[in-house]
């Protein structure tokens, strides 16, 4: 089991930054494969980034790709979500979420445990 806790959001202007923190117990994240995700009301919830233990690859979606990078520390076992840049559109719920899969890591069912989220307020 692992259990992940996420901070770090808040309410930030247009063009400001955020850093989320997604730190784990139960498990090292040294061998997972690390998402976040976020949802907006009345939306689905969407792939941002992921981190792989093989490789440490790392993937973005398109909204986000050379706004946001996802880090991990395993000495402290957290990964991280440096958010430059930030539109209104960024606006959600942020979760990270963990699995030991390295295939397929934009897919929402592909991972077995979710933090609880943490809300990311940017206004115009």
């Known amino acids: 089991q692992v259990q992940l806790v996420e901070s770090g959001g808040g309410l930030v202007q247009a063009g400001d930054s955020l850093r989320l923190s997604c730190a784990a117990s139960?498990?090292?994240?040294?061998?997972?494969?690390v998402g976040w995700f976020r949802q907006a009301p009345g939306k689905e919830r969407e792939f941002v980034a992921a981190?792989?233990?093989?490789?440490?690859?790392?993937d973005y979606s398109d909204s986000v790709k050379g706004r946001f990078t996802i880090s991990r520390d395993n000495a402290e076992n957290t990964v991280y979500l440096q958010m430059n840049s930030l539109k209104p559109e960024d606006t959600a719920v942020y979760y990270c979420?963990?699995?030991?899969?390295?295939?397929?890591?934009?897919?929402?069912?592909?991972?077995?445990?979710w933090g609880q989220g943490t809300q990311v307020t940017v206004s115009s």
């Open positions: 979420a963990a699995t030991t899969r390295t295939y397929d890591v934009r897919l929402v069912y592909r991972y077995d445990y």
């Open positions: 981190s792989t233990w093989v490789s440490t690859n790392t």
């Open positions: 139960g498990r090292t994240l040294r061998r997972c494969t």
